[in-house]
């Protein structure tokens, strides 16, 4: 292995919130001089949007605060993909259940999470395809990115 963590940012269509946490995670990461350190990928725990771009409104949410969008096509997470990751990161606590599901109950060491259980205020993201409110889905994602990016920045790679 290369000493790298691997991450995956997992929301529901992997067009909206894991797209930009894993752009928001890549701009942060490269800010510190930490990039190198990480493989850092998203998904969706369903496969309906897959082959789909990110949404307009996280392209243009991400745009507008100067972070560069990760080239992106979504994908569906797969049972394998509890080998290939270290650090599974939810959404929302209905992604954590899905993503339980599609590992068939074992994780093989992954960490499955929610983004926002890194920060001292563990809650879910609310998807900004159903609200239309990319504003508070991009605050809560900076907020949990910059709190996983902190606490991973500590451990040991």
């Given at each position: 292995m290369d000493g790298k963590k691997r991450i995956v940012f997992v929301c529901l269509g992997n067009i909206c919130r894991s797209p930009m946490a894993e752009s928001v995670f890549t701009y942060i990461a490269a800010a510190r001089g930490?990039?190198?350190r990480y493989v850092?990928?998203?998904?969706g725990t369903s496969g309906e949007e897959a082959g789909n771009p990110v949404h307009r409104g996280t392209v243009s949410?991400?745009?507008s605060?100067?972070?560069p969008v990760v080239p992106h096509r979504a994908v569906?997470?797969?049972?394998d993909d509890c080998r290939r990751f270290d650090y599974v990161v939810c959404m929302e606590r209905a992604n954590v259940r899905a993503v339980h599901h599609i590992f068939g109950g074992r994780s093989h060491g992954a960490a499955v999470c929610r983004l926002l259980d890194f920060t001292d205020n563990p809650r879910d993201i609310a998807d900004p395809?159903?609200?239309g409110d990319?504003?508070?889905t991009y605050r809560d994602v900076w907020?949990?990115?910059?709190a996983m990016a902190e606490k991973l920045s500590s451990v040991n790679v």
């Open positions: 930490e990039l190198g850092i990928a998203s998904a949410k991400l745009t605060c100067g972070i569906q997470l797969t049972g395809w159903f609200t990319f504003d508070t907020e949990g990115c910059t």
